[in-house]
């Protein structure tokens, strides 16, 4: 190992031990004491106690000695015993939470603040997952190796100075073992990481192929056909390669396992050890017989010592590994800058987008030149076929992500010198993949754990769940959903899509955007819906994203997006003046829309 590299893993560890310090020092203050203390101890109950007792009997001593002697290693222990319940039983688990909960407090805290973008990349994701899951053992037990690295080093010390004083022979042969041993260890926890990296993603694929069997999301459509045969494959698959990656790294484990246990271990100590202590207190003469058994215990524990020490402290070479991915996530950046700009009392009338490009990936642009203009209270629709761009092009607006070229003007200032979260304060958005929290009602139209009282009263009556919410008991503090609470509500797709719009309204922000609000909805509700947006949003800025064209033809103004670009562009009126693609596209579904109507006898 590199000089470099062996003060990087020391230096991930005293991270850990300072972490669970500052958050929990009666932890590291009570096991650092009971480490010192217990490692003592049992030195003196399970290995001296041979020596005193039997040169008592050898030399003649008196047995009040003895007596002595065993009163105190009663009371000792006692202490111990006593000591250690104590604080298992009041203090260890408290301890133990606040020391997970700053870890995944910090992990959610930089989850919360990395640019969007970043969940489209895989190796973020995995990373992010794999630290949401794996994080807490490997904190926990990098501080228990640390503190049982500590108990090892007293053990040595303690069993290490009784040998060299006995026997310098002994130490000799335990040194040529630990070295040999530590080598093979390393070598161990190397192929053991790469295992586990390289079955890390595999496990990603079945995990999501178990949720596939499992969620009822899916159960329904499985049943309708054969898709399951390729997940079964899938799965078949990743466990043959998984097989395949641990029978690899088996066949190398196994002759180092050979080694270090049979030939460094049972060999050296069980039969060359043993026969040089018999043959120096049988022929020789120059042992106790005390001596002999203590010093035969002592290479027991040394050695044990030794072996914990090496494996803890591969341990910890190891989860340096992990504790370093641990340390790249908190540090990830955001790229998306905050500028210095900040809206006061000053509203949005304009946002201008001009030569916008866009891509996720080099080479694969998303969005190509886009030209646009929105002026005060304009209700713009952006429509086009699913995957032209539309949302992208709302999440540019919403400064989700930074663009690759061009510029967008917010009231003719450059987007990048406005502070983003006076931008933010002034956006309203109802995404189409809404989601409803295990929260209370005022949490999830609010979004915050403060609500401000007449806000939330004009979203609810606004949104029309007030005449919903007037049935629950709990009135706005009831639950949703039944996560954590057995009287937690469970709402209706239309219901929930209220709880969305209060969201949207309760901001009383200077722009909207509706990214496909009204994807789940018949021609008649959405047509009720379109009616409620246009009346609580008729002083504001409101961009309709849709593949569904009823919503364009209220719009002031109509962008058709096509493969990135921007073919099109108009009111409703002009547009199918044009005959062009939006009013071919509007004209297939207005069949089914006059279909829709006819059936509900409107």
Wanted: proline share 1%; glycine share 4%; charged share 25%.
């Amino acid at each position: 190992m590199k000089k470099k590299d062996f003060f990087h893993k020391i230096k991930n560890n005293i991270f850990v031990f300072q972490l669970v310090f500052k958050h929990a020092p009666r932890r590291v203050i009570f096991d650092l004491v009971n480490s010192a203390y217990s490692t003592i101890f049992f030195f003196l109950e399970h290995t001296y106690v041979y020596k005193f007792v039997i040169d008592c009997i050898q030399y003649d001593r008196p047995f009040r000695n003895v007596v002595y002697y065993i009163v105190s290693l009663f009371f000792g222990w006692l202490i111990l015993n006593r000591g250690t319940d104590l604080y298992n039983t009041y203090f260890k688990e408290k301890d133990e939470l606040k020391i997970v909960r700053a870890i995944q407090f910090d992990l959610y805290e930089r989850a919360a603040k990395v640019d969007l973008i970043q969940y489209d990349n895989k190796e973020f994701f995995d990373d992010y997952v794999w630290n949401l899951n794996d994080v807490k053992g490997r904190f926990l037990g990098t501080y228990e190796a640390i503190i049982t690295i500590v108990s090892a080093t007293i053990g040595i010390i303690l069993y290490g100075g009784f040998i060299i004083s006995s026997d310098i022979f002994g130490i000799i042969l335990i040194s040529i073992v630990f070295i040999v041993q530590y080598l093979l260890n390393n070598k161990s926890n190397r192929i053991n990481y790469q295992k586990i990296m390289d079955l890390r993603s595999l496990g990603r694929v079945r995990d999501y192929v178990k949720r596939v069997f499992y969620m009822q999301d899916y159960a329904s459509e499985l049943r309708m056909g054969n898709i399951n045969l390729k997940f079964f494959d899938l799965n078949r698959k990743t466990t043959d390669d998984s097989i395949k990656i641990t029978k690899k790294a088996s066949k190398s484990l196994i002759i180092i396992e050979f080694i270090s246990t049979y030939i460094m271990d049972n060999v050296a100590f069980d039969v060359i050890y043993i026969l040089h202590l018999a043959y120096k207190s049988l022929i020789l003469k120059v042992m106790s017989y005390g001596t002999i058994i203590a010093l035969i215990r002592s290479q027991w524990n040394f050695t044990g010592s030794l072996n914990s020490l090496i494996y803890e402290a591969s341990k910890l070479y190891q989860n340096s590994l992990y504790i370093d991915k641990y340390k790249e996530f908190l540090l990830i950046k955001s790229e998306i800058k905050s500028g210095e700009y900040k809206f006061n009392h000053e509203k949005i009338e304009s946002i201008e987008l001009k030569n916008v490009c866009f891509s996720y990936e080099e080479n694969k642009p998303v969005l190509k030149n886009i030209n646009m203009k929105i002026n005060k209270n304009e209700k713009i629709a952006i429509v086009g076929h699913n995957g032209a761009g539309k949302t992208t092009l709302s999440n540019i607006i919403l400064r989700l992500y930074d663009i690759n070229s061009g510029e967008i003007l917010i009231n003719g200032k450059k987007i990048e010198a406005i502070d983003l979260e006076s931008y933010k304060s002034c956006m309203s958005a109802m995404f189409q993949d809404y989601y409803l929290y295990a929260a209370s009602v005022t949490e999830n139209i609010s979004l915050d754990i403060i609500a401000n009282e007449i806000s939330l009263a004009n979203a609810i009556l606004l949104s029309g769940f007030a005449e919903k919410l007037r049935m629950f008991e709990k009135g706005r503090n009831t639950q949703l959903t039944k996560e954590f609470d057995n009287d937690g509500v469970n709402l209706s797709g239309g219901e929930a899509q209220k709880i969305a719009l209060a969201r949207a309204i309760y901001r009383n922000s200077d722009i909207i955007i509706m990214d496909e609000p009204s994807s789940a909805l018949d021609p008649i509700a959405e047509a009720h819906f379109n009616e409620t947006i246009m009346k609580i949003a008729k002083d504001r800025i409101v961009l309709f994203i849709s593949h569904r064209l009823s919503t364009a033809k209220i719009a002031d103004k109509i962008f058709y997006v096509e493969n990135g670009e921007i073919e099109e562009a108009g009111s409703h009126n002009e547009l199918m003046l044009q005959n062009g693609k939006y009013a071919k596209m509007f004209n297939i579904q207005a069949i089914k829309y006059d279909v829709a109507a006819l059936r509900s006898g409107t």
